[in-house]
């Protein structure tokens, strides 16, 4: 179905961990979107289409508004 896990998502967020990188997976809510028949990718090309970009940025929202809301490094 073209869309077998090759396990990349995974290598990726190990070594993000590893060297302390927040990292979020988008690639289930992609594979959702899939399933429902919805297209999240360029049809001849591996990048994201609008669709893509949306679910990504639905993924990655509340992980911002998360760190965001944190206290940081810099704040007094």
Do not use: M
Request: charged share 25%; net charge negative.
């Amino acid at each position: 179905n073209g869309w077998e896990n090759i396990g990349l998502n995974v290598a990726v967020e190990e070594w993000a961990r590893s060297e302390g990188i927040l990292f979020v997976d988008t690639v289930p809510a992609l594979r959702e979107a899939a399933a429902r028949g919805e297209t999240p990718y360029l049809f001849d090309d591996v990048h994201w289409n609008a669709l893509g970009h949306e679910i990504a940025a639905r993924e990655l929202a509340p992980v911002v508004r998360t760190l965001l809301a944190e206290p940081g490094e810099n704040s007094e």
